[in-house]
């Protein structure tokens, strides 16, 4: 059965970079054709795309964090990560990473972790 | 980059059927797959309609999805409601810069 699980700082101090990296079990990353994304949620808001990204490398950002987005992808661990730096209080949210159902972003998030909330305060 | 635009909320009675909307600011609605999630509170997001009208397996055949290209935006509509339906719902949908969520419609069964 296909697990998630994201690790990483649960504090982060305005200005600096938020790291997370997302443990896949159940299924390797480079072996089946998928995506893998990054989701989160604003407490009290709506989901927000922040990217996605394939075993090969081939990523996509989401056009209003793309200068501040890194995804990659690390095949010997099974795992995808995320950073975003220059943090403020708005990038405050619980953060999700999920897979994607098929071989593009077009295909909806089959599988997501159980989301960790992120605090940016100083 | 597009935009979908949902109703913040909707509320209807148990038993009866509410409808979701999701409308495409550019861009065909037709041009990428739209998906649904329902998001109970203190919850994981879950697919209920993919691919616009799909209905993956274990969902309740009471969820539907369509897709309109005169209004360019998609529905979501859930029948015989129950009171576990109660809950977010999200569009999502896609183009060349990527994916794009909907700001959610909160469902209230009442």
């Known amino acids: 059965q296909l697990q998630l699980q994201e690790s990483g700082p649960r504090l982060v101090r305005p200005s600096e970079t938020l790291s997370l990296t997302c443990t896949v079990s159940?299924?390797?990353?480079?072996?089946?054709?998928?995506?893998w994304g990054w989701v989160r949620q604003p407490p009290g808001k709506g989901l927000e795309w922040i990217g996605s990204?394939?075993?090969?490398?081939?990523?996509y950002q989401n056009p209003s964090l793309k200068s501040r987005v890194t995804i990659s992808v690390d095949t010997s661990k099974d795992q995808f990560s995320l950073k975003l730096t220059s943090v403020t209080a708005l990038d405050t949210a619980v953060y999700y990473c999920?897979?994607?159902?098929?071989?593009?972003?077009?295909?909806?998030?089959?599988?997501w972790s159980q989301g960790t909330l992120v605090t940016v305060s100083s | 980059n597009f935009l979908l635009t949902q109703p913040h909320s909707v509320s209807e009675s148990p038993g009866k059927t509410v409808t979701i909307s999701c409308t495409r600011s550019?861009?065909?609605?037709?041009?990428?797959?739209v998906h649904w999630y329902q998001q109970r509170p203190g919850s994981v997001p879950t697919i209920v309609i993919s691919?616009?009208?799909?209905?993956p397996s274990g969902v309740p055949d009471r969820f539907s999805g369509s897709i309109d290209s005169s209004s360019n935006s998609a529905s979501l509509t859930v029948s015989g409601l129950k009171t576990e339906d109660e809950a977010d719902y999200y569009c999502?949908?896609?183009?060349?810069?990527?994916?794009?969520f909907g700001g959610g419609t909160k469902l209230t069964v009442l």
């Open positions: 999502q949908s896609y183009d060349s810069r990527g994916l794009v």
């Open positions: 550019s861009g065909a609605i037709a041009s990428s797959y």
């Open positions: 691919e616009n009208y799909q209905r």
């Open positions: 159940g299924a390797s990353i480079s072996s089946t054709n998928h995506f």
């Open positions: 990204v394939h075993y090969s490398g081939n990523t």
């Open positions: 999920a897979r994607h159902h098929g071989e593009t972003p077009e295909y909806f998030f089959d599988s």
